[in-house]
């Protein structure tokens, strides 16, 4: 295959085609290219449609790597820009004229290339001296963001709530005694619920008694039986279970009803569904502290008074809302050439939607569901005005510290479109409710007329599923093709030479031991084992056995398994053998010098093995496959890590793994890959397996037990998390929204089965997705749309779940208002998954250019149609004041980088990190956060379970915040670094690191020994409180000037300038003179 693995076509030969991840909606494929969703063939803006731009001109810079920005002049006396660009950009190349294959890149092929005119000098800042880095505070002042302040809500809900889309109908009529809509009077007032106290761990309510309360007059009948979508296609035989048919339940006739109020009367919560509250976000790592910023303690009052302006009434212009007088901080005009410290001093946090505080206290949390824009355009034109992408970022499955789960043999959803009731539907009255996404008027069934905690009838807005934007259902057996599945697990061992070079066996055998209790599951569960070199070995754990046996296969071109019934066995009958199998392990190979590696046919033997009832594949893998089916060819050249040009192979070599994680899928096999290797292993292709199959891909390069200790800590507890963390087998998943928006493209882990359900054989709550959308019917009639994810799976306990949440979002018809509600960390998130897939499809340097150009086009389309009053200087509304420095980051992360050495492997795996990665982590890898440890004290600090955690402030990504005297932490995601100056203080080397000098600070220290004194107290808990708040482990390393690790740190120095590389200052001037061409 051309980009084999990335293409939507599977290639699987059956004559069948697979839609996969990212994938365009058929509908896109009748359309000339070019022609988006809008109205009247509106086309959509793409940024990721690159428009080629001139390399810089290295005569422009000094060489040397990481030349600081110069502390030089003060604020507001830059030098002015000069009047010849530094770069061009020419027109955009003509579109080709045929219709393309569908593609991982949501828009046509590269564009052609004009000739680029040589780029103008331009005067250089003022140089700076060799030591200007090690300079004290610069004389610029920190400029720290001013805002509105966000609403108080409910911090990290486990029951994020969602509001709620407008129908385009007249405006609501009044109500009567009885709360529900009735001619000729006014609205009720709107009753906020009331602060909750949900028990986590009482089981989910029930159905309501045998014998429920007798049934008004004119009732309508039961509904007819579900109807079970037919088959789908798939590649081999289709598991029973094709959880198709999760949105077709209960279909039967409407019951006509006169348009009603948008939101009807919603009192408080019943007690049994009250929620206790969760950790408050002080708790929290920083970037989900500042994602749950909007969701304080509880719900504020709010009355609304009667006869006052319901949702039908609200203005389209939603920003108008926060206009007590003048502008919005939203939109508050920054000159970034001049405001230099734009970086608050705490995390970014989540723009709240200008939503009514009702709605509002309503809608979900910003952890699990996002938006590009927190204020959608009426319009796609409105929309390719902005220029901005329009998407959503979900973290779908996230661990909640509470979960409203109900149980009820009915399940109410609209017959139309299939959405589950919200708290954002409108009851028409007791007996009726309109849809928010379609404006369907249902019937309220008998059954959700009870609410089962008050044991009162009658009152079905105050059932849980109008109270929360977040619940999950335990599903009843509709919901089942087959019977639930058990936890199955199987791990795949590579046990060649190499394997048992770098000491991983041991490590892992020693962790499922210590973790083999806490395995997810009931007493259903499986597991098994099968390890390989230039043979497969299967071992046979059949209870009454007195020890494993171990069977050879070493025909791997004609798999097939020795004993089928005794490979996987029940872990609860044969666990003395699987604990005997894994203390032999690591000697039973100990002496081997089997160099080769049949990686293909022991996947093939595993998916065989697991076919029959689905469950998790773990391969673990040290080098690259080189015998039999699947076998690769090192493809690296390590000369060409540093070049500047297009980087090569960053698709599949075969789509032998593509075709063989579709099979999985199909039979609801989830492949999780542990690559550890300090040589080449082609992730590229690789990583498919994990990809089209939900798995998930970890990466420990030169990874040895004994060499980088690092390494190992980081393995041992990343694979603690991943054994023993909650799991969801045999899910799909859809995301649905109110009509006239369209879905087109999704990124994460998984397999499109259809135009947009998601396969995914298991579910993690480590793993995040992406979807980019587009406006097909203006949304002129409406002033709010909601969007909806449904997650069906199978828990570990063999209980089939829905996990539903649901977000509303205000409509806007100014250019104005689609920038207030700009989300720039969620921009940016998307803007990144869409340049990784452009990466792949069409080259590294397209990518790059069409994430200069998102930033060019964005400020452009601000300055010329957003300001009233022209400025001279770079403008940006305060809310996208970060974006261009987000976007050289994301030019200067590994995924993206030219330039500097970057193995193959790492840079495809720092891609994969970014599609996969939910929003809050993702942004720590794309931008990390600096901070000062020399002088942390208890002055703003967090007390959480009798720690004291400092709370040290956000520090710039310049040289020139370093200082000699001083130590610095570097939070990159997935690795730490603790850089000490040359000059820094004895009291914190003693006090903290336990040694005497500078000089006695050991070369390769990843640990902070654990001193009984103050400052090294606050030290760990800092570094302890960071690394709990996210599910992987980042290792820590502490490094000094000389450390051969120092040019790592450096690297991430996104503000510096560096050999092939523009300064943050340098950045701006190319953006400004593009914008002003």
Known sequence: MSTAGFNSQNGTGTGQTYTNGPSQNPVALQQPPGVGYGMNHQPAYNPMQAKVLGPPNPALYASGPHQPVPPGPQLGSYPPPPAQPLLTRPQI????????????????????????????????????????????????????????????????????????????????????????????????????????????NRPAYGPPPTAPPARPPGATGTPPPPKVDGDVAGNGPQAPNSYN??????????????????????????????????????????????????????????QQQPGGPGPDQLSPSMAAMSLQSGTPEALRVVNLLQERNLLPPAPVPAPTPCLTQDLQKLNCSPEVFRCTLTSIPQTQSLLNKAKLPLGLLLHPFKDLSQLPVVTSSTIVRC????????????????????????????????????????????????????????????????????????????????VSHNAVETGYLSVFCQSLLDNINALPGDSRTKVGFITFDSTIHFYNLQEGLSQPQMLIVSDIEDIFLPTPDSLLVNLNECKELVQDLLKSLPNLFEKTMETQSALGSALQAAFKLLSPTGGRMSVFQTQLPNLGVGALQSREDPNQRASAKDVQHLSPATDFYKKLALDCSGQQVAVDLFLLSAQYCDLASLGCISRFSAGSVYYYPSYHHQHNPAQVERFQRDLKRYLTRKIGFEAVM????????????????????????????????????????????????????????????????????????????????????????????????????????RSVTSSLSDARDAMTNAAIDSLSSYRQSALTIQQPGLLAPACLRLFPLYILALLKQKAFRTGTSTRLDERVFAMYQLKYQPLAFAMLMIHPALYRLDDLSDEGALNINE???????????????????????????LVMYLWIGRNCHQNFLSQVLGVSSYAAVPEKLCLLPELDTAESQRTRALVSWLRDQRPFFPSLHIIRDESQLKPHFMQNMIEDRTESALSYYEFLLHLQQQISK
């Open 415 to 494: 017959r139309s479109c299939r959405t589950y009731i919200n708290p954002f539907v409108s009851f028409l009255d007791q007996r009726r409710w309109k849809c928010n996404l379609c404006y369907r008027v249902n019937d309220v069934p008998e059954e959700f007329m009870y609410n089962p905690v008050s044991r009162s009838y009658g009152e079905p807005h105050k059932r849980p599923e109008v109270q929360n934007a977040t619940i999950e259902f335990i599903a009843p057996s509709e919901y089942m093709l087959r019977p639930p599945q058990p936890a199955v697990y199987l791990f795949v061992l590579d």
């Open 734 to 837: 859809r995301i649905r929204c109110t009509k006239g928006l369209s879905i087109h493209t999704f990124h994460g882990n998984f397999f499109v089965r259809s135009t947009d359900l998601l396969s995914l054989p298991n579910v993690n709550p480590d793993a995040g997705f992406a979807v980019q959308m587009s406006i097909e019917e203006n949304l002129d009639d409406m002033q709010v749309v909601s969007f909806q994810a449904a997650l069906l799976y199978t828990s570990s306990k063999g209980e089939r779940r829905i996990r539903v949440h649901t977000m509303c979002l205000p409509v806007v018809s100014s250019l104005s208002d689609v920038f207030a509600g700009a989300d720039v960390q969620a921009v940016t998130g998307l803007l990144a998954c869409m340049a990784v897939d």
């Open 947 to 973: 720690r004291t955690i400092p709370q040290p402030r956000v520090l710039q990504l310049s040289v020139e915040k370093l200082s000699r005297e001083g130590a610095f932490l570097m939070d990159a995601g």
């Open 245 to 302: 048919h999760v949105d077709n339940r209960m279909a039967g006739a409407a019951q006509p009803g006169p348009p009603g109020r948008h939101l009807g009367h919603y009192p408080s919560l019943p007690p049994g569904y009250q929620n206790t509250l969760a950790p408050p976000p002080s708790s929290l790592h920083p970037a989900l502290q500042a994602a749950t910023q909007p969701y304080t303690q509880g719900p504020q009052p709010y």
């Open 93 to 200: 190349g003509v579109l080709p004229s045929h219709t393309p294959p569908q593609s991982a890149s949501p828009g046509p092929g590269p564009r052609q290339a004009q000739a680029t005119p040589p780029a103008q000098a331009t005067p250089p800042p003022p140089a700076v001296t060799s030591t200007s880095y090690y300079t004290g505070p610069p004389a610029w002042q920190y400029a720290a963001p001013r805002g509105p302040a966000p609403n108080h809500v409910n911090p990290a809900a486990a029951a994020p709530s969602h509001s709620s889309a407008q129908p385009p109908g007249p405006g609501a009529p009044p109500t009567s005694i009885h709360g529900y809509p009735q001619p000729g009077t006014a609205p009720p007032p709107m009753n906020p619920p009331p602060p909750h106290t949900y028990q986590p």
